[in-house]
């Protein structure tokens, strides 16, 4: 749902751009209390991760694909503020390396992929687990539903924007039609994708999700031939230092970012995504504009003056993984070098 220069005229593209830095500039302030020693370094990763699976359109109906948005993703594994930064960054790498999504659009693209889906994934991922079991099974459910809902609103969010400020005199009522109706397909695939994600987390190290905090990994005995969870440890005991440390998480998340970047990549559905197909269909792409960045030597998700197809976008996607993640962890890092010390009666306050 990358928006490129054109669809959006020059004065709702800057308000649009106000609002997404405003956004930044809460997450910033908002991701100092959502990091910490351990997850502070997941961040970039995550934004490495979703970076990856952006690059792998699947196929939703006849000539059109999808992709991962991301935004609830994000902001179920480190949390609603850390999250748009992830999307964020995302974007903006994507907009001045790969010539993906329109630099003047970039504040709508932070807007409606990281703002509108992190806000309405979020809220409703929260309101589903205090109504649900606190069960991994449960948490799970309600990021796939989270997941499903955050793709449709941003398609509604996008046809308010365009409503407003779109370059071309094109029936609203057809365009919001449209992009639901194939936004709600491209949500469940966004849906499984976020589920199985953060499921496999959970099963892992649900200390590291932060939608997850106050589930754990039940310790499994065998009794009378039959596996039961063992009884909790008191809350005095204190935490292994093997599973304070995210290395082994990190690194196999890093791993299977550039292998689905890397490789995977090279089998993504060629067809337009679903706003692509539904601006080519409907009219509203008559006055797109040629991207500021398609000089890049990554443009279009390919190294310049690599004949080989599947070289040049593997190589590309393994260069994106890279610079996400050291950019994502840089950003992290100084964010979490700014977190104000706790003071004993904020303690004393979230203890009670």
Known sequence: ???????????????????AAGAVAVGLRGARHELDERTAPLAGLVAAFIFAVQMLNFPVAAGTSG?????????????PYTGLLCIAVVLLMQGILFADGGLTALGVNITVMGLVTTLVAYALFR????????????TTAAAFVAALVSVPAAAVAFTLIYAI?????????????????V????????????????GAVIAVRPDLVHGARGLAAPLKLRVDGELVDAPAAPASSPVPAAARSTRRVWAAGLAAALVLAGFVSFYASANPDGLEKVAADKGIDEKVQEHDAAGSPLADYGVK???????????????GVGVTVAVGSGVFWAVRRRRAPETPEAHTTESV
């Not at 936004?183 to 953060?198: D, F, K, P, R």
């Open 1 to 19: 749902m990358h928006v490129p220069d054109g669809f959006i005229n020059a004065p709702v593209s800057a308000v649009a751009g106000v609002v």
């Open 67 to 79: 992709h991962l948005l991301g935004g609830a993703l994000a902001a179920i594994l480190v949390g």
């Open 127 to 138: 309101g589903l687990t205090r109504v649900l079991p606190r069960t991994r099974r449960s």
């Open 165 to 181: 400020g779109g370059t071309t005199d094109v029936p609203i009522g057809k365009v919001l039609t449209a992009m639901v109706g």
């Open 183 to 198: 936004h709600v397909l491209i949500g469940l695939g966004e849906a499984v994708i976020t589920a199985l994600t953060v």
């Open 305 to 319: 003056d690599i004949g080989n197809a599947r070289v040049s976008g593997g190589l590309a996607g393994v260069i």
